[in-house]
Structures are given as C-alpha cells and as structure tokens.
C-alpha cells in the first residue's frame, strides 16, 4: 500500500533561514507526489507537483522540492523563510482509484517562523 | 471564479443530530471528493465521486452518506452526529488532463468546522 510520512510534526526556523521539510513516500509503482500549504483558517493549496520529467520542481512563493528514487524522498525546501511561510504543510501521493485519482496525506507538517 | 464552496464554514450538533454539508464546485471538474482532517492524522477520505450518479467509499465512510445527482453538487450528510465526528471537513475537486488521473491537481474548499456535542 501506498504511504507517506512527514518527519516532524512542528519545525521553527527565523525568517531569512532555509526551510526544510521532510516527506518519504512508500509506493510501488511511480509516484505521483504534491506539496500543499494550509494557512490558517483556510483550504488546503498547491504548491508544487511531480509527475514525471525533471526532479527539481519548483512552486509558487520561492518554495521548491526534488524527487530521489533511491531515497524515497521528496523534501520540501525555501532558501530564506518569511513570516508569511508560517502555516501547515502536507505532502501527498496520488494514487488510481476505482475510476479516478485520489491523494494518500502526510501527517502534516507545521511551520512556524520566528522574526 | 469561485472555484469550490463550501457551507456552512461552522456548526455545532447536538449526538444524534443529522445534517448536510453542502459542497459545490463550478470548474465543471468530474472528480469530487470528501476528507476530514483531524490532528496529526492529515487528511483522510471519506467518500468519492467520479461523476454524476457514481460514488464510492474511502477509507472512513462509516456514519456518513454522499449523492451525486449532478457536476456540480457533492453533500455530504452526517446520519446520526457523534462526537468522534467532531473535524474538519474539506471537499475538493478534480479533473484528468491526461489519461492517467493520478497526475491532476486537487482544488480544495475553506473547510467546514464540525463539532459534535
């Protein structure tokens, strides 16, 4: 069965720092995987997707994430923080069901950003 | 472009209580789905739809039923609330652009906040 954990349920960074969250996918067969963001009070975003072609994707708001096979990991990474990144993300793999689609969630990662 | 809708944004139910979460989308989108979200859980599916007059179940359907009679509407309803159900819900939706249906992105609602007391 197709699975992702998130490592770290809270990270904090101060503004200007890099941003590193971590995401491990089990799957059997190529991953479809997606980073949304969740600010508060509000629904869930995308910010970045990979499907298939380059594994460094890039995604709105400077944030950016690489695909590595053989680490089963798609990080989620911003060179410099702002306070406007804090929120929760997850990441998600997409799986076929039934007829359709459906994504399998992360646990879900919260970003905390100090001034 | 209002994209997906979702009301009510709040409710309080009394154990036992029956209600409906109306989801709406205007982006002509084939898939729709239900999560709820709790925490440290992410979010996890509740029921399906691929289309009109289809559904299916998730991983969590107990304790609630979906209907799909058109594109654009997904309710779900809550038969008899229980405070196990206290969440938040999200309703999303979908289309293909390729033939694999894996590859298209979800657009999610602002989420209903559901306690059960």
């Known amino acids: 069965a197709q699975s992702v954990t998130q490592l770290g349920s809270h990270v904090s960074v101060s503004e200007g720092a890099l941003v590193l969250l971590r995401c491990n996918y089990s799957?059997?067969?190529?991953?479809?995987l997606f980073w949304y963001v969740q600010y508060p009070n509000q629904g869930l975003q995308l910010l970045l997707k990979y499907t298939t072609g380059a594994t460094l994707v890039k995604g709105i708001n400077g944030f950016e994430a690489e695909f590595k096979k053989s680490e089963t990991s798609f990080h989620l990474t911003k060179p410099s923080a702002h306070m406007s990144d804090a929120a929760e993300y997850f990441c998600a793999v997409s799986v076929i069901y039934n007829q359709g689609g459906k994504l399998i969630f992360g646990q879900g990662t919260e970003l905390s950003v100090k001034p | 472009n209002a994209g997906v809708t979702q009301t009510p944004k709040f409710q309080v139910l009394k154990t036992g209580q029956s209600m409906t979460l109306q989801c709406a989308q205007d982006?002509?989108?084939?898939?729709m789905s239900w999560y709820r979200q709790d925490p440290g859980m992410g979010l996890r599916l509740i029921h399906y739809?691929?289309?009109?007059?289809?559904?299916d179940q998730g991983e969590v359907p107990n304790g609630y039923n979906v209907s799909r009679s058109t594109t654009e509407d997904f309710p779900l309803r809550l038969l008899s609330a229980a405070p196990s159900q206290t969440s938040v819900y999200f309703c999303?939706?979908?289309?293909?652009?390729?033939?694999?249906?894996?590859?298209?992105?979800?657009?999610f609602g602002q989420g209903t906040r559901l306690t059960v007391v």
């Open positions: 982006m002509n989108h084939e898939y």
């Open positions: 799957s059997s067969v190529p991953p479809y």
């Open positions: 999303a939706s979908s289309y293909s652009e390729t033939q694999d249906p894996r590859a298209t992105e979800a657009f």
């Open positions: 739809s691929v289309g009109a007059g289809i559904t």
